[in-house]
């Protein structure tokens, strides 16, 4: 008998399960790209954290951080060159350590190709079986139901990914093997990074910030149709646990009556730990069984998470990082290109809820 998990909105470990895909789709109709979006905030990560001379790069001003990887045997070729890309634009120089987290024992293959990738610390941890199958308590039958609907409806993977969205939602902050970090960075296999990373991100993170991004999308909302209802009955449970100041504008256009559908798309994602170990997690969220009656994704979660208990000065849109992952990309501009050393096109960034992003700042 498992025991359901507790928190109320956390944030992710790292998926292999492709949840990129369903949210990145052409038929999501605000979807669009190119730079005729202008996003409001370019701010690149600090200099001072980009000087090799300065102390920022001493020893004693190294954070406590981890590249975290969820990965299955089968993704191989798809790691290593995610790998390659992150070794050959940023950890070459910087040498933070690898975790990499599978639901199933890693074959030795796997394990020797990614050490042979990196000169940087590596383990490999399996995920506890109870934190990745579906919860004995969950009815079946109204789940398998709920996904042969979706399936019927052609909702995009809902028939799939649950497991995976719940663990990343709650479980992998948990791991035995993150619990000596603080700050981690979300890898998925087959990645792009387009840009040289030579400011050290997890720094910058130390000093200023809870959560990072680099892409921000609409939700599809078949997946999620109860999801905005039970953060309504949170807050209204929980005033005190909501920190003000915080990001509600990027959730919500109407004081947080309705959900925008805007999320960080957390493929992506910097962020601390402790965040996501807070108080504001102790309340249930698994127990509603949302994962597995709908399909509720761990992006919005993550998202929603960060929105209503940070400030909103400390979620920070890492413009200078080139990223892609399946259809979707962001591609930095003008000078931060130039800079970045970039090969991606500006053109083709996707900018649908940036704009959400924005309003904040203004």
Not at 307 to 336: M, S, T, W
């Amino acid at each position: 008998m498992m025991t359901p998990m507790h928190y109320i909105l956390p944030i992710l470990g790292v998926m292999y399960e492709e949840y990129g895909k369903a949210t990145s789709i052409s038929n999501i109709a605000d979807q669009w790209t190119g730079p005729k979006s202008n996003p409001l905030y370019k701010t690149p990560v600090p200099d001072e954290y980009c000087k090799p001379d300065s102390s920022m790069h001493s020893q004693d001003r190294r954070a406590n951080a981890s590249i975290v990887v969820l990965v299955r045997n089968s993704e191989l070729w798809e790691i290593m060159s995610s790998m390659k890309q992150l070794e050959d634009r940023f950890n070459r120089k910087f040498r933070y350590p690898y975790v990499f987290l599978n639901d199933e024992p890693f074959t030795q293959s796997l394990k020797h190709h990614i050490r042979a990738l990196t000169s940087a610390t590596v383990e490999f941890g399996l995920i506890p079986s109870d934190h990745w199958r579906q919860a004995s308590w969950i009815d079946e039958e109204r789940a398998s139901k709920s996904r042969d609907d979706m399936v019927r409806n052609d909702v995009i993977y809902g028939g799939r990914y649950r497991n995976m969205c719940r663990f990343n939602s709650g479980f992998f902050y948990q791991h035995e093997l993150l619990q000596k970090y603080r700050y981690y960075w979300r890898v998925e296999p087959d990645i792009q990074l387009f840009c040289d990373v030579d400011c050290d991100p997890f720094l910058m993170m130390q000093d200023q910030k809870v959560y990072g991004f680099t892409i921000a999308i609409s939700e599809i909302p078949a997946t999620i149709p109860t999801l905005w209802n039970v953060v309504k009955s949170f807050i209204g449970a929980n005033p005190d646990l909501v920190t003000p100041g915080n990001a509600m504008e990027f959730l919500s256009d109407d004081g947080g009556e309705s959900y925008s559908l805007c999320h960080f798309w957390s493929n992506f994602e910097i962020a601390d730990l402790d965040f996501w170990r807070s108080e504001a997690y102790s309340k249930s969220l698994d127990e509603k069984g949302g994962f597995y009656y709908e399909r509720w994704g761990d992006a919005p979660v993550h998202s929603i998470g960060a929105a209503l208990f940070a400030k909103k000065e400390r979620i920070h849109f890492f413009n200078d990082i080139g990223y892609q992952h399946d259809y979707f990309e962001h591609c930095p501009q003008g000078d931060v290109h130039t800079k970045g050393k970039c090969w991606c096109n500006p053109d083709k960034s996707v900018y649908s809820c940036l704009y959400q992003y924005d309003k904040l700042l203004l």
